[in-house]
């Protein structure tokens, strides 16, 4: 079974950054490519990155393209995700999510993830 733990989401006025974090067990990490989704009150999850196995390959909405990276380090099995130029739009749950298939393609999907982290709160005031 796949565990996903994600951690440093907080509070942050418009403009500031925040960085977070997933731990990831219970599989081979460097074999599965990660994403990070987000869901607003009232509103359906949304993709917002993902990262190849290899980390070589990247793929973000076009809300956070140029203001969000991800990256990931699978010698520590965690995925992040740093956040610049923060918006209040960009307020909502984060859940990292882990591809069923070891495989090149970067999914954007969720319903091609087969694994989440119980989500970390990022709240962004104007």
């Known amino acids: 079974q796949v565990q996903l733990v994600e951690s440093g989401g907080g509070l942050v006025q418009a403009g500031g950054s925040l960085s977070l974090s997933c731990a990831a067990s219970?599989?081979?990490?460097?074999?599965?490519?990660m994403g990070w989704f987000r869901q607003a009150p009232g509103k359906e999850r949304e993709f917002v990155a993902a990262?190849?196995?290899?980390?070589?390959?990247?793929y973000y909405a076009d809300s956070v393209k140029g203001r969000f990276t991800i990256s990931r380090d699978n010698a520590k099995n965690t995925v992040y995700l740093h956040m610049n130029s923060l918006k209040p739009e960009d307020t909502a749950v984060y859940y990292c999510?882990?591809?069923?298939?070891?495989?090149?393609?970067?999914?954007?999907?969720?319903?091609?993830?087969?694994?989440w982290g119980q989500g970390t709160q990022v709240t962004v005031s104007s």
């Open positions: 999510a882990a591809d069923r298939y070891a495989r090149t393609l970067i999914p954007t999907s969720e319903y091609e993830y087969g694994y």
């Open positions: 219970g599989r081979t990490f460097s074999s599965y490519a």
């Open positions: 990262i190849s196995w290899s980390g070589g390959n990247t």
